[in-house]
Each structure stands twice: as C-alpha cells, then as structure tokens.
C-alpha cells in the first residue's frame, strides 16, 4: 500500500516517523506547520500512518501528541547521512535515500545504527536516563552503564553522544556506534548534576587560533586564501568538550614548537600554549 501513495504522501508520512522515531513525541501540528496543510488533512494523514504501521505510534489525549513505542519498527527507509543532517540542521525536503547522482557527496567510514541513535535522541529530547551496554577497551565484551544523555555531536571521525555517567560520576563522550544496546529508563527523575547545564566542558568554548604550519612558509599565502584566514589566522570557537576530537580531525598540529611533519600537516595551533584542557591529548602534536 505505501508504495501507491504520492510522493507528497509519503513526505508525510515521513515527517511523522521521523519526528515520532527521534524525538519521541509528534503532533498534527508538526504536519500543518511544516507543510501548509489543515488540521483534517493532518488527523488524515496520521489515520493513514496508524493503519500502515499500527502499533509505531499511540495518541496520549493528556498531552495531545502521539508518542513512539520503543518496540516500534519504522516502515520507511531513511538514509544514515540525511538523518544525521537533519538533526543537526533541521528539516530539508526528502527523508528517503537520493536516487541517481549527485554533485556532492558525504563521506563516512561507517554509518551510524539509527535504531541506537533514535533511543538517544528520544532519550534527550524527553529527559530520561538509558541503561546500556558499550563496548570499550578495558571491557571489549561489554559493560551495563547508566547514562543521562543531552546532546550528540560528529567528531569529525565519528558520531558521539555527550552524557552524565553514573558511573564516573562525570560527563563523558560514549560513541554511538560502540553502544550495543540501549534501554531507557523513563521513571526516574534526573538530578540536575546531571543534565546539560552541569557539564561545564560541553558549556565553555573556547577560541582555537589556527594559522599555517610554519614550515610551509612557502605556500602561506595559498593556505591562508583556502581556508579564509584573516591576518594569518582562522579563529574557530568551539565546545571545549569537543576541541580536541575538532583539532584532530582538522590535522591541526598542536606541538610547542611547531615540529611535525607530513603532507597532510599543514595547520598549527598558534595559541597553544595558552589552552589547556583535557581533550588536547588528542590532538596531533600533543605529546611533543
């Protein structure tokens, strides 16, 4: 049936399992606001999505929202890079995988799991813990932790969600893709410890003084017109959490004294001796 519905249908109803399946809640609202149409269009087109999927989504008369059951099982394809861009950016005008070619391109090694994904988003956007398993160096089989998830971020290698460990007793980065399975825990209420205004890390910036590596005096010039730098130097304010996995995807040589080498080595961090914070260690250069 889904496939002799209108594209515009299906836009539709698309827009429905997306905001249900990573925010949690959705609401006809969502759909006249979004696309222009009436509030009978909107209850008919949630008829619709409930007789395609019948148990995805469940009316909540007391919030006036139906809310995504956590069994669901989504009935429309959705590609991992328009998810994980539409998240961050916002809506665009298609959710299915593009057809044919295109003229740009994003390039991942690997995609990310949308049904772990689309746990955490809920889990931020409704304020609730998750129990999950993670696999990690010092336990490459997995280990149950109980974390309090408020935002996820691309590290430029790989996507990351920020949370409070319960564990640790502290916020820490858990990538997405070791997280094996994830459970929310929905009854609970969350400490204000630990929820995003707590984590101090997420909520400084700081200012990251980027100019040409000092050894490429040569081709100054053309560094600086690439990455439009002004006087010499690009300054990018960026989450202090995030500085060291930005610096390096950026391959942004961070040594004292300037001193690596490499092709792909062509910037350095010109206030590095003024920034110090924990992720830095990450940062090529940092033990030099």
Same mark, same amino acid.
């Given at each position: 049936?889904?496939?002799?519905?209108?594209?515009?249908?299906?836009?539709?109803?698309?827009?429905?399992?997306?905001?249900?399946?990573?925010?949690?809640?959705?609401?006809?609202?969502?759909?006249?606001?979004?696309?222009?149409? %009436?509030?009978?269009?909107?209850?008919?087109?949630?008829?619709? #999505?409930?007789?395609?999927?019948?148990?995805?989504?469940?009316?909540?008369?007391?919030?006036?929202?139906?809310?995504?059951?956590?069994?669901?099982?989504?009935?429309?394809?959705?590609?991992? &890079?328009?998810?994980?861009?539409?998240?961050?950016?916002?809506?665009?005008?298609? #959710?299915?995988?593009?057809?044919?070619?295109?003229?740009?391109?994003?390039?991942?090694?690997?995609?990310?799991?949308?049904?772990?994904?689309?746990?955490?988003?809920? &889990?931020?956007?409704?304020?609730?813990?998750?129990?999950?398993?993670? $696999?990690?160096?010092?336990?490459?089989?997995? %280990?149950?932790?109980?974390?309090?998830?408020?935002?996820? &971020?691309?590290?430029?290698?790989?996507?990351?969600?920020?949370?409070?460990?319960?564990?640790?007793?502290?916020?820490?980065?858990?990538?997405?893709?070791?997280?094996?399975?994830?459970?929310?825990?929905?009854?609970?209420?969350?400490?204000?410890?630990?929820?995003?205004?707590?984590?101090?890390?997420?909520?400084?910036?700081?200012? $990251?003084?980027?100019?040409?590596?000092?050894?490429?005096?040569?081709?100054?010039?053309?560094?600086?017109?690439?990455?439009?730098?002004?006087?010499?130097?690009?300054?990018?304010?960026?989450?202090?959490?995030?500085?060291?996995?930005?610096?390096?995807?950026?391959?942004?040589?961070?040594?004292?004294? &300037?001193?690596?080498?490499?092709?792909?080595?062509?910037?350095?961090?010109?206030?590095?001796?003024?920034?110090?914070?924990?992720?830095?260690?990450?940062?090529?250069?940092?033990?030099?």
């Amino acid at each position: 049936m889904f496939d002799e519905l209108s594209g515009y249908q299906k836009e539709l109803l698309a827009h429905i399992e997306f905001k249900g399946r990573f925010f949690g809640l959705v609401s006809r609202l969502d759909l006249t606001s979004r696309f222009e149409i %009436s509030d009978a269009s909107a209850t008919r087109t949630f008829r619709l #999505y409930n007789k395609l999927a019948p148990d995805n989504i469940i009316y909540r008369p007391n919030i006036k929202r139906y809310e995504w059951q956590e069994h669901a099982k989504p009935i429309i394809p959705i590609s991992p &890079a328009k998810c994980l861009g539409t998240l961050i950016d916002g809506f665009g005008d298609s #959710y299915a995988h593009i057809e044919g070619e295109t003229i740009a391109a994003r390039n991942s090694l690997v995609n990310t799991d949308l049904d772990i994904l689309s746990v955490i988003t809920r &889990a931020i956007k409704r304020k609730h813990a998750l129990r999950i398993c993670y $696999l990690s160096k010092t336990n490459p089989q997995g %280990s149950y932790r109980e974390i309090v998830p408020h935002s996820i &971020a691309d590290s430029g290698l790989r996507w990351h969600v920020r949370a409070y460990d319960r564990k640790r007793q502290s916020f820490i980065d858990f990538v997405v893709n070791r997280i094996k399975s994830a459970v929310p825990l929905k009854n609970e209420p969350i400490p204000d410890s630990q929820m995003i205004a707590a984590d101090d890390d997420w909520n400084t910036f700081v200012a $990251l003084e980027i100019q040409p590596h000092p050894r490429l005096a040569g081709i100054k010039d053309v560094i600086e017109f690439e990455y439009r730098m002004i006087g010499g130097v690009l300054v990018r304010k960026v989450r202090q959490a995030l500085a060291g996995y930005l610096l390096d995807s950026w391959n942004v040589d961070v040594s004292d004294d &300037a001193s690596l080498e490499g092709d792909h080595i062509m910037l350095h961090l010109k206030n590095t001796l003024q920034l110090h914070f924990k992720g830095k260690v990450l940062a090529p250069g940092a033990n030099c």
